[in-house]
């Protein structure tokens, strides 16, 4: 079962997902908010796995909301207004729905969380070595040993494998967040590298698999500490 939480200022857009809910068995909506000071209060008491966004709101807007979230649930960004879109994707929304919406384009973005919840509820319940991600229409398996590196795709992601690549439609916060942290390490908004795959390190670039790829300001610092801990001086 999803539990979703509704934060909008308009009754309709409300009643319309509600009534599309209605519609998808294991959507259930918990609570509505006509703003997102009330949905502040409202996540502390009630844990929800997904949360419909509206980005246009009196005193806070939803993207000002979301940015000031600790660990906030999915979120499906609902406005009349394209203009956001791209600064909803660099906050790692699931989706964006752009009022008004059919019950089709709902449908689609409810599928997406159902997908992503699987591969979070599968890390937290298992120690297995691998997930199952969703690439050319099927559910396929990836250990976590054959993951060479991962680099950003907008809205999706591509896993650089041993052999091969997978494409799929992940955000990278999501996919870093599903990876073991003693393995993997986040060097760019773009890069996640395996650890034992890093071949060399020079300057503002290291080398896997013969791929040059950039160390970001925002991730050098920490990056320079953990491979610290291994340099023989």
Do not use: W
């Amino acid at each position: 079962m999803i539990k979703a939480i509704i934060v909008d200022d308009e009754p309709l857009a409300q009643n319309v997902i509600k009534q599309f809910a209605k519609d998808i068995p294991g959507l259930e909506i918990v609570c509505t908010c006509n703003n997102a000071l009330e949905a502040t209060s409202k996540l502390k008491e009630t844990p929800v796995d997904l949360m419909f966004l509206d980005v246009n709101m009196p005193r806070l807007s939803g993207l000002d909301f979301l940015k000031n979230l600790n660990n906030p649930p999915l979120v499906i960004l609902t406005t009349a207004y394209a203009d956001y879109a791209m600064e909803g994707y660099e906050l790692n929304i699931l989706d964006y729905l752009k009022k008004p919406f059919s019950f089709e384009r709902f449908f689609k973005a409810i599928q997406k969380a159902e997908e992503q919840l699987a591969l979070i509820h599968q890390k937290e319940e298992t120690n297995a070595e691998y997930i199952f991600i969703k690439a050319n229409k099927k559910a396929v398996r990836v250990e976590f040993k054959s993951i060479c590196f991962i680099e950003g795709l907008g809205d999706y992601i591509k896993i650089h494998l041993q052999d091969k690549h997978l494409v799929t439609n992940l955000s990278m916060k999501k996919m870093e967040e599903l990876l073991p942290s003693d393995q993997f390490f986040r060097i760019h908004k773009s890069f996640i590298v395996r650890l034992d795959q890093i071949q060399s390190i020079e300057g503002n670039q290291l080398e896997v698999v013969g791929n040059k790829l950039p160390i970001g300001n925002n991730f050098r610092q920490e990056f320079q500490e953990l491979i610290n801990r291994f340099l023989i001086k």
